[in-house]
C-alpha cells in the first residue's frame, strides 16, 4: 500500500485524507498543533522536524497544504508570511528531493495581479500582497529545488467546520438573516473541495511534473456567487452590489484571478460540477447546516 504524508491536515486537508482512504492509500496527516488529534506535530519552518517526520513515516508522497492565509494580518507580518509559505516550503521541497518522494504543493490564484483574469500557467505571477508574494516565492523554491512535482495553483469552496471560510460566511449571515454586501468586481473560478481533492488524489500518479490550475469552468464574481446560494435555496435575504475598492482592508485584493484550466484537463480526466450541481449534491447538508 503507497503512503502518503499529509503536511498540513486543516479544512482541505481533511477532504484529501478521506479521499486518500477511499482510493486505498495509507495516509499520515501533520498540523502545527500538538493538540490536535490524530496528527503528527509539525513545524514546517524546522527543517529537521521534517526530515525526522518523513524518515519515520518514509513516505512515497507528499501532500503539502499548509500555508499561512489571513491576506490582512500577513500584510502587517510578512515575516509569518514568508516563513511558513516559502520558507517552509522550501524546507519541504528540500527534503523531498533528497529522499526522492513526489510532492504535490497547494498554491493559490493569489499569485497573480488580476488584471486580465483567464490566467493559464504559462502567465508570469505579480502578487498584489504579502500573502500572494510568500505563495509566489514559495512556488519559485520549489522550481528550482525538485525535480518530480505538481505546484497546484486553486481557489476552493465548501462547508468547514472551522466556519472561517467565504461559504461558511454566506451561510452564516443567512442564518442570522444579515444583509450581504458582494463584490460584483471580484472575478474567481472557485472548485468545490470535494473535486479538489479527488483531483489532488489523482495527480499523484500522472505523467507530468510542474505547474497546474486546478480550477472550475466558470468564471463568477463574489456577489453572483452569493446571489446563487440565495436563489437556489429560495432565501430572500437582502444582497447588495459593492465594488472591492471601497473595502477598507489593510491588503490590496486582485480583481480578476479566473484560472484557465485547459492544461489541467489534459492530465486529470474528472468531471467539474458547476456551482448549482455541487449546491444540489450537498442540498441535505447544507440545510441541515441552516437550520442547526
Not at 497544504?65 to 520558507?87: K, M, Q, R, T
Not at 429560495?234 to 484560472?259: D, F, H, M, V, Y
Request: charged share 20%; aromatic share 12%.
Amino acid at each position: 500500500m503507497q503512503k502518503i504524508l499529509l503536511i498540513g491536515q486543516g479544512s482541505l486537508g481533511e477532504y484529501i485524507k478521506n479521499q486518500a482512504i477511499l482510493k486505498n492509500y495509507k495516509i499520515v496527516g501533520t498540523f502545527n498543533d500538538s493538540k490536535k488529534p490524530n496528527c503528527l506535530f509539525l513545524n514546517i519552518c524546522e527543517i529537521n522536524s521534517i526530515e525526522k517526520i518523513v524518515k519515520n513515516v518514509n513516505p512515497d508522497y507528499i501532500i503539502n497544504c499548509a500555508s499561512s492565509g489571513d491576506v490582512d494580518y500577513l500584510e502587517s507580518h510578512p515575516e509569518i508570511a514568508f516563513n511558513v509559505n516559502s520558507l517552509g516550503a522550501e524546507n519541504i521541497a528540500k527534503i523531498s528531493h533528497e529522499n526522492k518522494i513526489r510532492l504535490i504543493h497547494i498554491s493559490t490564484d493569489s499569485v497573480f495581479d488580476g488584471i486580465k483574469g483567464n490566467f493559464k500557467e504559462t502567465d508570469s505571477p505579480n502578487p498584489v500582497n504579502i500573502y500572494g508574494k510568500s505563495k509566489y516565492e514559495g512556488e519559485k523554491n520549489i522550481l528550482k529545488i525538485c525535480n518530480d512535482f505538481i505546484i497546484i495553483r486553486t481557489n476552493f469552496y465548501g462547508l468547514y467546520s472551522t466556519r472561517k471560510y467565504f461559504f461558511n460566511w454566506i451561510l452564516d449571515n443567512i442564518k442570522k438573516n444579515q444583509s450581504f454586501l458582494g463584490f460584483d468586481d471580484v472575478i474567481f473560478t472557485p472548485l468545490d473541495v470535494s473535486t479538489l481533492s479527488k483531483m489532488i488524489i489523482l495527480s499523484l500518479n500522472i505523467n507530468f511534473n510542474g505547474i497546474l490550475h486546478f480550477s472550475s469552468d466558470t468564471p463568477i464574481s463574489k456577489y453572483n456567487f452569493i446571489k446563487n446560494t440565495l436563489n437556489f435555496f429560495e432565501l430572500k435575504n437582502s444582497l447588495k452590489k459593492g465594488s472591492i475598492e471601497s473595502a477598507q482592508s489593510l491588503a490590496l485584493r486582485p480583481k480578476n484571478t479566473s484560472l484557465n484550466n485547459e492544461k489541467s484537463k489534459e492530465f486529470i480526466k474528472i468531471q467539474i460540477p458547476s456551482y448549482n450541481d455541487w449546491f444540489k449534491q450537498n442540498k441535505d447538508l447544507i440545510n441541515r447546516y441552516l437550520n442547526n
